[in-house]
């Protein structure tokens, strides 16, 4: 027994550690935020328009749940900004104690925008309707396919440039299909909630639309962290590298890595010993007090030994 035991603990380790570096690790991260996806006067968006579920931020939460799995994005919540905005405002107002509230300003601003437009968004039926037919039922062999297509708008959240890219997802089912050929007593339509529409061939296509907005936006977000490499000098042997690489290729020597840290004005990643903020421009390092002298954390606003307001 203690035999058997080991040997699954072994199991289970080895099973966590593939689980563990099977995900790719990025060393920066694409700040992004998802719409609300719509949908246009095209083949089947018209059962979109008439669903009792919430088409549009159901894809869309299924989006940034897909694009947080990946490791390579920071998502950030855009649907439900009113809600944050409303609590900071609650925080601010002093009815909330100060060591538990929201504080107005740390809300991190994104680099991309993703808006969904849906264009096709279709179901249908193929093959023999009542092959054969029994004491009032009926089977027959049918296939399902249901197909979501459309556009991914990619907005830059400073530029306001915008790049698009289209997606497809496709899903089958063959099989028989019980039916009545008289009226059954009581029949009526079922409801579904948005996790029975997964199940569904029509939701099956939607993920794999997912899927491929994901693998086409991981390609176009590469490109965006490539062009804003960091490289630095292996500490051993010279070799240029990215920031974040753990080994350097040529020597194999580890390559120290640097934590970022946060400015305290405008929550920026800055890094560690930098003295302004690449992106407000004040002063986070080498603070002191006008009148006495004395050396102020960054983001203080009084001095903590004579209690001059900090400039």
């Known amino acids: ?68 799995e990946t490791g390579q994005f920071s998502v950030m919540s855009r649907m439900d900004v009113k809600d944050i905005i409303a609590e900071q405002d609650l925080g601010a107002s002093g009815r909330v104690s100060k060591k538990t509230r929201a504080k107005i300003g740390k809300i991190k601003g994104v680099q991309i925008i993703l808006n969904g437009v849906i264009t096709v968004f279709e179901y249908s ?17 049918k296939t399902k396919t249901a197909i979501v297509e459309g556009i991914i708008k990619i907005v830059n959240a400073e530029t306001s440039e915008m790049q698009t890219l289209r997606f497809r997802g496709e899903a089958k089912r063959r099989g028989l299909k ?39 936006i991981q390609t176009h977000c590469q490109n965006l962290l490539d062009a804003g490499t960091v490289m630095i000098a292996c500490p051993k042997c010279g070799t240029q590298v990215k920031q974040g690489t753990k080994f350097c290729p040529s020597c194999g020597a580890t390559i120290p890595q640097a934590v970022l840290e946060e400015c305290p004005y405008c929550g920026a990643e800055v890094s560690p010993g930098a003295v302004f903020c690449p992106e407000c421009g004040k002063k986070i390092q080498g603070i002191t007090c006008s009148k006495c002298g004395v050396s102020l954390k960054p983001g203080a606003k009084f001095c903590s030994k004579c209690g001059t307001k900090v400039q």
């Open 1 to 68: 027994m203690k035999c058997v035991e080991k040997s699954l603990v072994v199991v289970l380790a080895l099973l966590f550690a593939v689980v563990s570096f099977s995900s790719p690790v990025y060393a920066g991260k694409v700040r992004v935020a998802v719409s609300k996806f719509t949908a246009k006067d095209a083949p089947g968006t018209d059962y979109w328009r008439k669903s009792e579920l919430s088409m549009g931020t159901g894809m869309a939460d299924m989006l940034e749940s897909a694009l947080t």
């Open 125 to 141: 039926q193929k093959g023999m309707g009542g092959g054969l037919s029994f004491g009032g039922y009926s089977i027959g062999a």
């Open 178 to 216: 019980l039916g009545a050929a008289i009226p059954l007593p009581g029949a009526k339509s079922l409801g579904v909630s948005f996790g029975g529409f997964k199940k569904t061939p029509m939701g099956e296509a939607t993920q794999k639309a997912i899927d491929d907005i994901v693998l086409k």
